[in-house]
């Protein structure tokens, strides 16, 4: 329950009018259906039977929204009070983020001297120099990341200067004030900096009520007008700047749309000085919606990169508690919905409105479970006819019509949503009794969602036949230009020029190498099923072909790889290269062209293969920069973290599962697991394509059945705290076969974590998992009394908890590590996954050839070059892995001892021994 805007609007004051298509939903509702609907499976449900609606809207006139207040005010509606308690204690902190700042410019700690001490973003890198990529992506190279104590002022960033945020459905404002105030507080300046973070905030409040959004609007500014002003008033020079407030009266599609809103041009800005603009859907309208038009409405909002759009989600799972919010014990609910008759009578007029009118009713409300959705019907007190152009509509006496439901969402179903929807998750806030959430998401340039499969199933909807796809057969070409944007964001963007010839890991290549080598591999392999010549230059393809892997220890190569230059001036410059890559790409989009329904599986898997090789060394160069992390440029398309403020939700989190939940073990009884699927490459040429067919490598193959022991298994990896902890306890913080290079030390006998930000205190990183050697981590678990899991019993965990679904930190869900999660209980009393945070988890387990297992035929010594008994297996994926590669089959292999790679681990134990 909570004021809607998605279809309905009235006369017009500010916005462009519409047809009123009330009347015809009222109509159509009343017709009904010819078979009655059954919400749910159980007998229960079967008593909620109905054909026919009142649509929602008709709760929603001015005197529904005055009776809506009412509610808000009852002791029993907790959605209201809980989503203001978010909004008074993080508001602050909200503002900021929305706008794309760290907290840190308004949260900090107040001392005696009256100034505000800043307290850490977290994001260590400072702003990049802008420099010139002249042949790949835009010319400007870099973007404001908070900082090093992430108080950087307004005068030095290259944040935005102005802000637009839009609230769909603004309603009396009472919590919005709240948020406002903050947002007022980003035009002040902060601390000792002369400038305010931002010059400028527009507030456009949305609301389908004319009269009631000029009185909500003109109270607000009487209210609080320290903090905001009308768009009929003048910012006075001199004096506090406020934000500018105004109506939008329209409905949601009318509201969103470009023209509705202004331009960029009319704040007079270019250049990085840009508006961020931020759309505000509070409350749980959302919930008014089912699942899957949920989906459809979030999928269907334009957000520019760097927008953000602020979401609240009612996600409460009692039902007492939730039956009485939606029937308080006033009866002010049931006046609500009982309004929402009258309203629906008099838009049909006439006769209609004799019958179609409150007493004739009454109010029955009831929590399903099952669905995870309130519904609010209303019951006919005696048999009726209701007149409609024409025609009678009979209603018996007992029937029930649905007027409206209410969906909760877990916090599993709002992350299964928002991939569902194509939003990132940037952060939450929730209150104090975890039953009602605020969402910050982005659609942001570098991201690959969750598989549509995974998600449906989270989220408990059936996909259209149109989205039922083979997540791991021939990559689209949609899926390949995803590739390269992100594979450009890391290499001409993240990667600053000057490390191109550096090696950030002395055992591997220089990074130059690798922006020729994806390229190089692609066009080799479709040029030897073409039967083509190499792409121009052809001796790239000897340059670029096959990088280094070698033995740690000794560093010596064991396997044949490219001879590359030895100097720095006998590389082809960065211009050819990217000329190379470009035609070779422009290749790969001709065979899509030209193979259009004549596809063979022996094509197909040539493309898997270049694709997923691309996609395997994304991860490969995420590695190597965080060995240079200081010299990054920060990410641009996507939100930089607000480290400080993500490490105090997690800190919030832990306290709410009690003492001991993290330390929790998990167990498992002796069985037999099927491992792998059946894809031997050397039967391409015998069979026939198929679109359904799943591709992989030669190490997946064949399906076969694993027998397991009883085991028991942390439920989550080691962490960073953890790691530390047992360095300090052992006094081993100064023994470098034992300190992860996922660290860096800093003054004070300090630790940071290296991300793609820069260094992160480990303040903020202590709940992430420890990214660390097979060799460092088996010592810790030995040392904790356990061991590293076998290949099988990974392999087990996993099945229960896939690393596919929603909430794994995969696909550059994040670009770094996150606190990994406890498993918990869906709404249908099945699991929800434990996460591992964002690292493949080590095993125990050499690499080694199985029964039926069958080298490459089409890449000779993909796996068979490492089968030398110094490679242990790794399963899972990381956040730098795309999510394509988290399937179920997948393995991978390094050197036990080879520290660089995102490899975290779970403690194992004998069920004897522990």
């Known amino acids: 329950m909570s004021p809607s805007s998605s279809s309905h609007s009235s006369d017009n004051t500010s916005a462009t009018s519409v047809a009123d298509p009330l009347r015809e939903q009222i109509v159509a509702g009343l017709r009904g259906t010819k078979e009655r609907v059954v919400p749910g499976k159980t007998d229960a449900d079967r008593q909620f039977a109905y054909r026919r609606t009142i649509p929602t809207m008709t709760l929603y006139s001015q005197r529904g929204l005055e009776i809506y207040e009412d509610i808000t005010n009852t ?157 009929l008033q003048e910012q006075t020079t001199g004096f506090r700047r406020r934000v500018s407030v105004s109506g939008l009266h329209a409905t949601y599609d009318e509201g969103l749309a470009p023209s509705a809103l202004p331009s960029v041009d009319e704040n007079s800005v270019s250049g990085e000085e840009q508006r961020t603009t931020s759309i505000m859907w509070l409350g749980s309208s959302c919930g008014n919606y089912t699942r899957e038009e949920a989906v459809d409405f979030l999928r269907n909002i334009d957000l520019r990169e760097g927008d953000t759009m602020l979401i609240g989600i009612d996600g409460c799972a009692d039902g007492p508690k939730i039956e009485t919010a939606y029937n308080d014990p006033e009866g002010v609910t049931a006046a609500f919905i009982l309004e929402g008759v009258d309203v629906a009578g008099r838009s049909l007029g006439g006769e209609a409105a004799e019958v ?185 393809a000897d340059l670029f072909e096959r990088g280094v892997d070698p033995d740690v220890d ?77 010299d990054l440029n920060v990410p641009r398309g996507l939100s930089v973290p607000d480290f400080s403020s993500l490490a105090r939700s997690t800190s919030r989190l832990i306290a709410s599962q009690g003492a001991g939940a993290r330390s929790k073990t998990l167990s498992f009884k002796t069985q037999t697991i099927t491992v792998g699927h059946d894809d031997a490459d050397t039967l391409d040429d015998e069979t026939p394509f198929h679109p359904a067919h799943e591709y992989g490598w030669d190490v997946e193959h064949p399906k076969r059945e694993l027998r397991v022991g009883a085991f028991k298994i942390d439920a989550l990896p080691i962490s960073n705290g953890e790691y530390l902890n047992w360095l300090e306890k052992e006094g081993k913080t100064g023994d470098e076969a034992l300190v992860p290079a996922s660290w860096a030390g800093q003054a004070g006998g300090e630790w940071a974590v290296k991300t793609l930000y820069g260094e992160v205190p480990m303040q903020y990183a202590r709940e992430w998992p420890v990214a660390a050697s097979g060799q460092q981590l088996g010592e810790f678990a030995k040392a904790k009394g356990g061991r590293l899991p076998t290949f099988e019993e990974q392999s087990l965990f996993n099945q229960e908890h896939p690393v596919s679904q929603p909430l794994a930190n995969v696909g550059f869900a994040n670009l770094h590590p996150v606190p990994p999660t406890l498993p918990v209980e869906a709404r249908d009393g099945s699991q929800v996954p434990a996460t591992d945070g964002g690292l493949w988890m080590w095993t125990s387990s050499i690499l080694k050839p199985w029964d039926g297992y069958k080298e490459s035929s089409l890449y000779p010594g993909y796996s068979s070059d490492f089968f030398d008994d110094n490679h242990l297996i790794v399963l899972g994926s990381s956040y730098a892995s795309p999510r394509r590669l988290a399937r179920p089959s997948m393995l991978n292999w390094y050197q036990a001892n080879y520290p660089y790679m995102l490899g975290g681990a779970r403690v194992a134990y004998d069920v004897e021994s522990h």
């Open 75 to 231: 002791k029993a509606y907790y959605p209201f009070e809980a989503e203001k308690e978010i909004l008074e204690k993080y508001g602050d902190e909200i503002a900021c983020r929305m706008f794309g700042l760290p907290s840190s410019l308004l949260v900090g700690n107040e001392q005696g001297d009256g100034k505000r001490y800043h307290e850490p973003s977290g994001a260590g890198n400072t702003g990049a120099d802008k420099e010139k990529w002249s042949d790949r992506g835009d010319t400007k190279v870099g973007t404001f990341n908070f900082g090093v104590n992430g108080a950087v002022s307004a005068a030095t960033s290259s944040s935005a200067k102005y802000g637009l945020a839009v609230e769909l459905g603004s309603g009396s404002l009472d919590k919005t004030r709240h948020l406002l105030r903050s947002m007022a507080k980003l035009l002040q300046p902060q601390g000792d900096a002369k400038a305010s973070p931002m010059e400028a905030i527009d507030y456009k409040a949305l609301d389908l009520e004319a009269a009631s959004l000029h009185s909500t609007l003109s109270s607000l500014a009487s209210v609080e007008g320290d903090c905001v002003t009308t768009s």
């Open 356 to 540: 179609l009118k409150q007493s004739n009713f009454e109010y029955v409300n009831r929590w399903n479970a099952q669905l995870g959705r309130h519904e609010a019907y209303i019951r006919a007190k005696t048999d009726l006819s209701i007149p409609i152009d024409g025609e009678s509509v009979h209603l018996e006496e007992g029937e029930l019509l649905q007027i409206e439901v209410s969906y909760k969402y877990l916090y599993s179903e709002a992350a299964a949503l928002f991939h569902l929807a194509g939003f990132r998750l940037v952060q939450h806030w929730t209150d104090s009794s975890r039953s009602h959430y605020l969402y910050l998401v982005e659609k942001p340039r570098m991201w690959f969602p969750s598989t549509k499969a995974s998600a449906a199933k989270m989220l408990g909807i059936e996909l259209d036949e149109a989205d039922k796809v083979n997540d791991y057969g021939v990559p689209s070409l949609t899926e390949w230009e995803d590739m390269w944007k992100a594979w450009d964001g890391l290499m001409h963007d993240i990667l600053s020029p000057k490390l191109h010839f550096t090696k950030p890991i002395p055992l591997r290549h220089v990074p130059l190498f690798y922006l020729g080598h994806i390229p190089a591999f692609r066009d080799i392999h479709l040029s030897r099923y073409l039967n083509e010549p190499l792409t121009e230059p052809s001796h790239f």
């Open 554 to 630: 000794s560093q010596e190569c064991t396997h044949w790889h490219s001879q590359v230059p030895q100097s720095d001036d006998g590389w082809p410059s960065l211009q050819e290269i990217a000329a190379y890559d470009e035609r070779s790409r422009e290749r790969v989009k001709k065979v899509y062209a030209d193979n259009e329904g004549k596809w063979t599986r022996r094509l197909g898997r040539v493309l898997q293969m270049a694709f997923e090789h691309e996609a395997m060394h994304w991860e490969t160069a995420i590695y190597i920069c965080l060995q240079a992390c200081k």
